[in-house]
């Protein structure tokens, strides 16, 4: 049996480490939150340079196309520092989750972040996963959940990334002159992924009627997000039994419907069973996720309340931990549990920043700026856990026991790093192991460490 | 004197390609496993619903140009109705070889809600309807080893970076990627074991990375000659096919791994190019890497489901029913369509948007299987595909 404290900061936090009392309980890991939120260092790169830096590429990309000797070695380097503004976003990402007080507020980022999954297509646009995040979500994250999915699929990162841009009313002026018509890529991904869920009773009809609705959403690099209404399909379009749309089109109508979705008690269900999947168990008690799902639709979609119905259930504190750690996790509690400098983590270069994360996160099946569709990293606990993923994991923890330099006894350090999660298997192995940081790799490479 | 040189390390260098084959987001696992016999099955997963109507053009369809209009260009005549997309070119000879065989208008049985991650999982578990939870985690291939008295487990073994339901299930299946290294001490590697062992969540997939890694360099010179002389295609996918090729040619009789990049909603005429560019290479190393043994081989590559008839908004297409699986190998009765043509008229299409599909795509794996490892129909109905229908026999195989 798992005391709480240790359970609060493994299945909900950032795990255990010395600098970091464990959270008590649902309590304290509640208090944490307001905390954490407030929190932005250390800084990613913002979305408003990564369009500026959009546009340089585009017009670099035109004075090529003229002929522009020079223009190929500029785009040459804005790309490079575009790559180093990635991996700096790495660092600080981690470093986030690895010294929060109890990293609840960045789990529950990089939950959200999945659900809202994107990655930047070929083009301009480019590197773009932790700016739209922090643009996007980050601000959300403690609101109505309707916001969120505004903010989300009005975004032009999302716009770009599920073709909502190529999309036009086939009876808008647009449509109308120029002969063209739906991409229903978003409307379908926004009811299966983002709101109802597969299961959420939605018909090709409704996808349908929701593209035509989406239609207007667009953006351009110079001016951001924008609404056009000569491409939004005009008239009445009913979806679900309401009527949305007429004369003149507008955004808010789209908004009305976003806003409606939200509180749809089949994306109570979908969000629920999600969130309580992600932290606490591939098949969690259905009880739990009816109280989740119900406190949602009562607090009229605000997420706090789902959090809270969440840590308040007494299904939210049953052992065993049952989850695995994601590799961006498991680095960060890595790190947190050897009290690794972040000033050491900040300070990588270029080439090691490929070397000891970059790569390796790549290796262990989650490369940062990339995911595997929209419907994100699949959340199973047997999805990380494949040969060469774990094969990656042991190497990654074998070498960074061997960088840190630690007087740490194993003996002691399990305490550290899991304490009464601990299996006694995994005491005897570490005790038994030849040095002292070999011991400490295999505390980090062990499935006790890797579970959540 | 090669002590460290361990046998991972020296498949990377005879294939010449390390790491990079395995970390291209659009390759996913490949899965091998060993069965009896001499004949080889390989079932290429194409993820994010592979255009069917644009592989597979029916130029003869009257119908097809004004439902495609930027999408219904020539291609390479295959008889007097249907014609290959251009791009396939390299695959035309093996049409005329008769080693190239397609069903045009096929599907799993999912229908209506066009999920891609659904009508994946449906299309790996190969079966109909709402997956029944003893189901959700095995697929149709490891169900068929199970039916094969001599496969050995052991030998049997998959290599990628992600878990693929196709091949999970009863039948143990161990899972690798080449290029991947672990340099442990052997205390380290003993203690890591005894721990992997006691978890069942971890034991599997870390008793393996254990053993791959692991194994030493035969001493002899001779096997590494003959490995050396494998050259690999150029390119991920030609790379990993390669490696599939040997690992037919050596024990294994079942593969299977995935293509990705078939999701064409936008610009579909240059963005499903690299697609096909990626399909035709990995059969194409297939069929060199494999050299005699192709004559034995079947290859079946089979996607979610197809795409809409008509062109959406964006000159691409959006997700829809009814699509092409498309057969290659030596061991195949090919040079045909298999299955009919439903006709692209309004009253023809499923749900008047998507190509009606005449026949159970399950049925073409579950005679192809029966044909190649002589199981009997039944079998196949009840374990393999639970409650398929499998009808005649189309005689896929030679």
Redesign the interface.
Known sequence: MISKPTLAAIRFGAGLGPDHAPPHGAAALWDSLDRETARTVPPVTSWDTRLARAIERRDLRRLRRDGDADAQEALRLLNRSDRDDALADLRATLIRLATAETGFFERLSRFWSNHFALQAKTGTLRFLRAPYAEDALRPHLQGPFAEMLKAAILHPAMLDYL?QN???G?ASRA?RRRG??????LA?ELL?LHTLG?AGGY??ED?TQMARLLTGLTYTLDDGFSFRPNIAEPGIIEIFGTRYGGRPVTLDHILTALDDLALRPETAQHLATKLARHFISDAPDPQLVAHMAASYLNAKGDLPALYRAMLEHPAAWDGPLSK?RAPFEMMAASLRALAVDPATILGLSRNETRRFLDGPL??M?E?HE?V??P?GYSDA???W????????R??WA?GLAQLVPTDNDPRDFIEIALADAA?D??RR??A???TRA?GI??IL????F??R | MQQSLSRRRFLTRSLGFG?SA??S?LLT?VTLAAAPGDNRLVVIILRGAMDGLDLLRPMGDPQFRALRPTLAGDGLALDNFFALHPALDGLHPLWQAGELAFAPATSTPYR???????GQDHLEAGTAGPLPPALQRTGWLNRMLTLLPQADARTAFAV????MLILEGQAAM????PG??????P??RL??G???A??P??A???L??LD??GMDLPEDGEDADSAMMAQPAAGDTGALAAYVAEQLRGPTRIASFSLSGWDT??NQARAILPALGRLQDAILTLRAGLGPDWGRTTVLAMTEFGRTLRE???T?T??GTGGALLLAGGALRGGRMFGGWPGLAEPDMY?G?DLMPLRDIRAYAGWAMRDLFGLSASDIARTVFPGLDMGDNPRLIL
């Open positions: 073709d190529r999309s036009v086939p449509g063209r018509g739906l991409n229903e890529n379908r299966e597969v018909s090709q996808v695995t790549r290796l099946g490369p990339e595997p569709s419907a606990a047997p999805a856990i494949t040969p060469q993923a774990l094969a990656a042991i190497d074998m299996s298997a995994l192995a570490s038994g192991a030849e070999q790799g295999l490479a062990a499935p006790d890797n579970r | 790491c395995a970390a987001p696992p209506d809600r066009r999920s891609h991650f659904d990628g970076r992600e878990r161990t899972q690798w990627a991947t290294e672990l340099d442990l001490s205390q380290s203690l890591l005894y721990l992997f006691a978890d969540l971890f599997e997939a870390g393996t990375a791959m890694t909603h936008y959406n908004g964006s691409g959006d997700h749900a948007r």
